[in-house]
């Protein structure tokens, strides 16, 4: 294992510490809305594109999964075969939760990767980030997987 990939792992793994230690109560409702009933946070306006699943896998896929979170709280993005669109919701603590997931129909050799994507999305919990990298864990606190900012 390289130091690289021991440092990550590292760095990963005491987030995820600092996360269950915030809170071990399930938190407040997300609302997920400002004044203006749109959404604002650090994740939004930006785009995210794959980078883990789970702490290390790397998905091998037509194209890289992403997706992009709208003042208004709706979502877009690819699962890495197919298009995607929903909304998303922010809360205190770090709070997300996804909704209302759709995606086109095309036939894809990876789609039980894409389903994965999907899945990591569904899940998502809280949300940590850490320059230009933002990580999902689910409601148990263990790390769904990470994507990174688009340049």
Same mark, same amino acid.
């Given at each position: 294992?390289?130091?690289?990939?021991?440092? %990550?792992?590292?760095?990963?793994?005491?987030?995820? @510490?600092?996360?269950?230690?915030?809170?071990? %109560?399930?938190? *407040?409702?997300?609302?997920? !809305?400002?004044?203006?009933?749109?959404?604002?946070? *650090?994740?939004?306006?930006?785009?995210?594109?794959? @980078?883990?699943?789970?702490?290390?896998?790397?998905?091998?896929? +037509? !194209?890289? +999964?992403?997706? %992009?979170?709208?003042? !208004?709280?709706?979502?877009?993005?690819?699962?890495?075969?197919?298009?995607?669109?929903?909304?998303?919701? @922010?809360?205190?603590?770090?709070?997300?939760?996804?909704?209302?997931?759709?995606?086109?129909?095309?036939?894809? +050799?990876? !789609?039980?990767?894409?389903?994965?994507?999907?899945?990591?999305?569904?899940?998502?919990?809280?949300?940590?980030?850490?320059?230009?990298?933002?990580?999902?864990?689910? *409601?148990?606190?263990?790390?769904?997987?990470?994507?990174?900012?688009?340049?």
């Amino acid at each position: 294992m390289t130091l690289l990939r021991i440092r %990550q792992l590292f760095s990963l793994a005491a987030l995820t @510490l600092v996360l269950s230690a915030c809170s071990s %109560q399930p938190s *407040p409702q997300v609302d997920g !809305s400002d004044s203006s009933g749109g959404v604002s946070g *650090p994740v939004v306006g930006k785009r995210w594109n794959l @980078l883990l699943v789970g702490t290390d896998e790397k998905l091998s896929m +037509p !194209s890289t +999964p992403w997706f %992009q979170i709208d003042g !208004s709280g709706k979502v877009s993005g690819s699962d890495g075969c197919n298009q995607l669109t929903g909304t998303v919701a @922010l809360g205190d603590s770090h709070r997300i939760e996804f909704s209302d997931l759709a995606t086109t129909r095309r036939a894809c +050799p990876q !789609s039980d990767d894409a389903q994965r994507v999907r899945d990591m999305l569904d899940d998502a919990y809280r949300y940590l980030i850490d320059h230009d990298r933002l990580v999902f864990f689910g *409601p148990n606190s263990l790390v769904l997987g990470g994507f990174r900012l688009a340049k």
